[in-house]
Structure formats: C-alpha cells, structure tokens
C-alpha cells in the first residue's frame, strides 16, 4: 500500500487507529481454546468487531513465534484473511529484524513477498547496509524503531553522541538512505514531549505511535506535537483494546475500546 492510500483510508474512515494483535492464550476467553485455532478464531473476531474503526492492524510476531509452527501458521492465516477481506487495510509485522544484508533482504522477502506485509518494524542499530534490503521494496515500508516507549529508551537512544542524542541520529542519517521515502519511525507515545523536536527533523515522515492504553500514553498530547497536514501518526493499542473482556463478548467489547479511540480521532480531526 503506499503512503497516500494510508493518507486517503485514515480521512475517510477518520480515524489514525492501528489495533495491535498481540495473543496471548492466557488471556483470550477460555472456549476459543477447544478451537482447531484459537489463535487465529480470537484475530478473525477481533478484525470481524473492529475492521470499520481502524486503519491498520499490527500483530506482533512475538506472540506467534512463542507457539511455534503453529503460531506462525496463525500469524500466515491472520495476514491472508486481512488481505483478501479487508485489502485496504494496512498491516504492520512488528518483528524488529535487521542484520547483515543478505540477512536482511530473506527478512523482507519473508515479511513482503511470502507473508505479504505492507511494512515491518526494523531496528536501526546495523546502520545504513542492514536496513537498505527492506528499504529497497516498493510500496512497502519499514518502519525504524527511533525512540521506542519503553524506559530503557533512556539507556542508549537518548545519549549523546558526537554532540546530538542517538535517537535523532538515527531520524537524520536514515533520511540519507537509497529509498528512505519508504521510511516511517517508531516513536512511543510514552515520549509526546520530545515529538516537537522530532517533526523538526521528519516533518513528513509518518510515525508508528505504540503506547496509548495499558503504557499509559496520551493520544491528545500525541497529536498536538506530532500530526502533520496529512496527520502522518498511526496510534498503536494493543491489550488496551483486544483483551477488553475475556468473556464471550471480548469482540464487541473490544470494538466498544476501539470505538472510544476512534471517536477522541474524528474529532481531533475536525479541528
Ligand atoms: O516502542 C515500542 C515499540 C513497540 N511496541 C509494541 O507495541 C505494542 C504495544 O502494546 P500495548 O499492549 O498497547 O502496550 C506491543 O506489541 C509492543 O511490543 C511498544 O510497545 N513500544
């Protein structure tokens, strides 16, 4: 999918939401489990309840990886129904790959070409060789964790380094990358203060933004530091929506979450 098709999808549903497909079977309604695929039975329910409310949906391959082939085969099954059923949706494998390049470009044929992606989570720390292989397929983006939700962001991607904090190196050198246009950044909502200085640095660029709901972050203060004129955000939450109930009603409840979120976004843009 490319960017303006995002752009055009997030003003005519009004709505900037990605649901996060984070599985976890200890937490989803005890009768999916006699399911052949519990799995995939919670996703295709979730995306049932709640494809009209949001832009983009983004599983975490953690929470397939973690049940083995049969995981990953719910994470093949969960891609191919979205593709086929709801196509102009935009889909985010958040699998934070990145190594030497010919690793790299099995990677992104993994994500692009077999699964099918529209983009994937890369971190930046390999530089510029590591990150090109994805960089270099067209309508689909890669989207380089820049400063991440978590505490230990302070650890490394806020220290200075040759006189700028590393986070900000990364926006400005993957700037200068063959293909960057198919760039977008991860930014954790947990970190709306520093969105100010980031759009001086990627004024365009859209942002990857996990962190409202279960990490505590903001979506008001979200957008008043990072939109753009073509909004240029896709707000992530995860457990926040899909584990709203664990009763037989957890798809109605989760949309009723999603719902929440979609509405505080229509009138945010209105203004
Ligand atoms: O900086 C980051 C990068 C990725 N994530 C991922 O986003 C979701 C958040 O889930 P919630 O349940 O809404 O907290 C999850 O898959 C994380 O691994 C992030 O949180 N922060």
């Known amino acids: 999918m490319t960017t303006q098709q995002l752009i055009s999808e997030i003003k005519r549903k009004k709505s900037f939401l990605c649901i996060g497909l984070d599985v976890d079977l200890n937490k989803i309604p005890k009768y999916l489990l006699e399911k052949e695929d519990p799995i995939f039975a919670f996703n295709k329910a979730i995306i049932d309840a709640t494809h009209h409310l949001c832009v983009a949906y983004k599983p975490n391959t953690a929470f397939y990886e973690a049940y083995g082939i049969k995981g990953w085969q719910a994470l093949e099954k969960t891609i191919n129904y979205l593709n086929k059923n709801h196509p102009e949706i935009y889909t985010i494998a958040d699998a934070k790959r990145g190594d030497i390049g010919n690793t790299s470009s099995m990677y992104a044929k993994a994500f ?148 929440e979120l979609q509405g505080q976004m229509k009138q945010i843009l209105q203004f």
């Not at 700028?164 to 990358?177: A, G, I, P």
């Not at 709306?192 to 505590?216: C, H, T």
């Open 112 to 259: 692009f070409e077999d699964l099918g992606f529209d983009s994937v989570t890369v971190a930046p720390y390999m530089g510029k060789d590591s990150v090109e292989p994805f960089l270099a397929f067209q309508d689909k983006h890669t989207i380089l964790l820049a400063l991440t939700s978590n505490k230990g962001a302070f650890d490394f991607q806020t220290k200075i380094v040759d006189g700028t904090e590393l986070y900000k190196e990364v926006l400005k050198t993957s700037k200068t990358w063959e293909n960057s246009r198919n760039l977008m950044y991860v930014v954790g909502a947990t970190k709306a203060e520093y969105l100010a200085e980031i759009r001086n640095i990627i004024p365009d660029s859209f942002l990857l933004v996990p962190g409202v709901g279960a990490q505590g972050g903001n979506l008001q203060d979200v957008c008043k530091y990072g939109m753009t004129k073509n909004i240029g955000l896709l707000i992530n939450s995860s457990r926040g929506i899909i584990y709203a109930s664990q009763d037989e009603n957890f798809a109605e409840a989760a949309a009723k979450k999603a719902e």
